[in-house]
């Protein structure tokens, strides 16, 4: 059913999203849609160049007549999340996602859609193929492997590029114009331990799995106090080890580090004359979570079953100091951006907890606007596992995009989205990463602003995209083009 999506309008917009939901383009995984990009841009026979990180850049020249305007750059990301409720089978390597309309959203069938960033790529392709459109120099760029570390923006050269004004289109919501971002940086923690192979008699395995959270982006989300997986099974974890003799064998919760977990699952032995009472510990558990976030998490589901003894459990000191951490870990929103209510301005994202071969890792993304302020909850997470005894390293460190209410551009933008739809445009800054502040180190005069349709919960499957806000944003690009 996904092309019918084809038949939406714009169609130029519309039917090369289509063209990338065809292209299966996860994070590490973007060589064929970059070659798909590279053909395009040969195909309608512009200037089309590839850096060595892989990055494409197309070139279109004026409309006659408009050669001496100002050199614009649309700007977007090729690769997408990949995130896939458990009860489908997708693969995110070989499988085209499946798109859908449901009145004026599109989404996808219990996966990701890939509207982040695939909508901002249709919209510069489309901006390239237009032969009607009036424009002075365009440039499109498109950047790989922006989801883990921004590999295509920290990758890019000073003098690739020729625009004077860079319009990136990774925002995501309608009517709001973004002039700065979060800066960011990933904790890799780990434990090493050898594995503790002594199971008392009489002890037997449960599993736990706590699923049906919403999880999201964990910057344009992380605001709205949804649960976060880990945090809440080693909650539960903390009481289960010390009032009911349980276990850890393993445990694995979230798999992205830029996603709000969804799931967790955990393996633990209890003492068989433990059981009916863990049973009642679950269903209890199962009863507050759900109260503590209605109205925020409708399916939160925590379920117990038997399971095979495993072989080996992991050390009690190292579960131990595990639980403690982990209960102690800061997570979601630190603190707010004085200047633009409403704004975090600092957040921790518990994304990823996962035992294997005599390991567990953890790892989590802070974002922050402030540089100072990063760097201190840095220093405060890492302080929490080092007293754990874990080995912490600070890794993919970014700087954020400082605003300037003083840009041209957006004093354009703002004229132009007044006229267009006969109301102000809300000036903001983003929680959530953009290349802008990586891409403003290496074309420091370039002046930036962000835009993009109404995109709801990205790197997640609930994630979805309107349809009239696309339109909205094409003929906010159009014009804006035609005016500079």
Known sequence: ??????????????????????????TGHVEAVSRHIVAFGKQLGLETLQDKVGNVLIRKP??????????????AHLDMVPQK????????????????????????????????NGIGASLAMAVLADNSLKHGPVEALFTVDEEEGMVGAFGLKPGFLKGDILLNCDSEKEGELFVGCAGGADMNISFQFKEDTYIPEGDVAVRLHLSGLKGGHSGVDIHLGRANANKLMFRFLKEAVCDYGARLSSIEGGNL???IPREAVAIVTIPGDNVEALWELVSDYQEMYQEEFAGIEENIRFTAEMTDLPATLIPEEIQDDLINAIEGCQNGVITMLHDFPGTVESSSNLAIVKSSNELIEVKLLVRSSSESRKEALCSSLESIFALAGAKVEETNGYNGWQPNIHSPILDLMKQTYFDLFGKEAAVKVMHAGLECGIIQGAYPEMDMISIGPDLEHPHSPDERVSIQSVAHTWELIKHVLERI
């Open 62 to 75: 004026a409309t006659p007549g408009m050669e001496d305007r100002k050199t614009v750059t649309l700007q």
């Open 257 to 259: 580090r830029n996603a």
């Open 1 to 26: 059913m996904s092309a019918e999506i084809k038949e939406l309008s714009p169609k130029q917009v519309w039917g090369y999203f289509y063209e990338l939901t065809q292209i299966p383009r996860p």
């Open 85 to 116: 409720n458990s009860s489908v089978s997708h693969n995110f390597l070989t499988d085209p996602i499946d798109a859908w309309i449901d009145g004026d959203w599109v989404k996808a069938r219990e996966t990701t859609l890939g509207a982040d």
